[in-house]
């Protein structure tokens, strides 16, 4: 759905838009007579002391507010769209779009592809450059939005056009170094798709990658996530336990000698390829500034490590003598160190039972296994005869948009009726882990 332009939805209280008498549905047509395009030009130009806003009313009408106020101080304004207008689409047709997998039926906005860098540098996004104007490389430099993530997948341009689609798809390394030359920080991507981009290919990727350093601050390597809606879809392997053992030995080699060249290992892996090869993951200071962590990079080596010290800091009240029944539910990929980390309570906590349930992913299929791409029907019907307890702790990751809203559109509160039990949302931190296992508060 387009979203209107500058359309206001929302004046903060006691703010200068308060003041002046803005009001919801208003629309900011100009700041200082210069027209607004995005988020970014808005903040731009309301750093001055004195700024003059042209609105129209609800009825049509246009004026011009006066305000004067303290430098860089913000009016109270929030916009229909965090951008001020649409996202851009992605023109892009990758032969490993996750969206291109979903089954029909979804709400509509879950079948929105964007590729946009603003939505990079306000909400963690992965561009793949081949949309971008050079105007809208003009804008990211002079703005400077920096870190920019970006999707590069191979620098083999041949191939680059033949897995995403496009042919402007080739222009990655110039975008990537106009970004480099005007001090853009960049956090880089490869989503490995076995037989295409693999094996020699990744090494001329990473190594390539890598010429941009400093600027290029990081690369994440992610395996492909396959669901069973793949009819018509460009055909895939899925890594298995002997290949991902293939791509981890190729990537710690590229890290040590990176750690010599550069000072840091440079590129990671994700969680997922040590779950699927079934080996120990590497400890937390091996992931370094933890930059690639929403891209499923050292989560788990990290939610070790905080659940280690959330113990230690809750030593005082952990509850030993009283006797609890919860459980935790969780995708197959996390299950196991899940469990062991529900175990280590138990030892603090021997009369507190924790039932970890492993929830298979029906609504996409068995290779997908990571606890934030769990739906709610699979939820319910696997836990639907289980031991529960006194209530259930699920990821906070299950959840769109600041919602309680799962992907398959049933809510949190679907969930407690269908088993009839009351449901904690857990953060993905050792200590909010600990603490609503032991119903625990946080901050004491």
Not at 69 to 80: A, M, N, P, R, T
Not at 255 to 269: D, P
């Amino acid at each position: 759905m387009e979203l209107k332009q500058n359309v206001i939805i929302k004046i903060e209280k006691d703010s200068i838009a308060q003041e002046i008498g803005l009001q919801a549905g208003d629309i900011l047509l100009a700041v200082n007579g210069q027209p607004v395009k995005d988020v970014f030009d808005y903040r731009y130009l309301i750093q001055e002391e004195y700024v003059e806003l042209t609105i129209r009313t609800i009825n049509g009408e246009e004026y011009i507010a006066e305000i004067e106020k303290e430098e860089e101080e913000d009016i109270g304004i929030v916009f229909e769209s965090g951008l001020m207008d649409n996202a851009k689409s992605c023109k892009n047709k990758c032969i490993f779009c996750f969206i291109d997998q979903l089954p029909k039926g979804m709400r509509e906005s879950l079948y929105f592809k964007d590729d946009d860098s603003r939505l990079s540098f306000l909400q963690g996004n992965y561009v793949t450059l081949t949309n971008m104007s050079q105007e809208d490389i003009n804008h990211i430099i002079f703005y400077h939005l920096s870190p920019i993530n970006v999707s590069v997948h191979t620098t083999d341009l041949s191939l680059r056009k033949k897995m995403l689609k496009n042919p402007n798809a080739d222009k990655v390394l110039e975008v990537m170094k106009q970004l480099a030359d005007a001090g853009i920080e960049m956090n880089l991507q490869v989503v490995l798709c076995r037989n295409i981009n693999d094996g020699k290919i990744l090494d001329k990727t990473i190594e390539d990658c890598a010429a941009f350093f400093p600027h290029a601050k990081s690369m994440s390597v992610v395996p492909i996530g396959l669901t069973k809606y793949r009819k018509n879809l460009y055909p895939m392997i899925p890594f298995d336990r002997q290949e991902s053992k293939k791509v981890i030995l190729q990537v710690e080699q590229w890290q040590k000698y990176f750690k010599k060249k550069l000072g840091t290992a440079f590129v990671f892996l994700s969680d997922e390829f040590y779950l699927k090869a079934q080996q120990t993951l590497p400890p937390c200071e091996a992931y370094e500034d933890f930059s690639q962590y929403e891209n499923g990079v050292g989560m788990l080596a990290l939610l070790e490590e905080e659940l280690v010290q959330a113990l230690q800091e809750k030593k005082e009240q952990l509850p030993r003598q009283k006797q609890n029944i919860v459980s935790v539910a969780t995708g197959e990929a996390a299950y196991a160190f899940i469990k062991k980390w529900c175990d280590s309570i138990m030892q603090y906590c021997p009369k507190w039972r924790i039932l970890v349930y492993k929830i298979r992913n029906d609504f996409f299929g068995e290779e997908i296994t990571v606890s934030g791409l769990l739906t709610g029907q699979d939820i319910i019907k696997q836990l639907k005869q289980k031991e529960l307890g006194q209530y259930l702790l699920l990821p906070e990751s299950l959840l769109r948009n600041d919602t309680t809203m799962l992907l398959d559109d049933i809510k949190v509160e679907d969930i407690e009726k269908a088993l009839n039990i009351p449901i904690k949302i857990t953060k993905n931190t050792g200590m909010a882990l600990l603490c609503n296992i032991l119903d625990l508060e946080e901050n004491t």
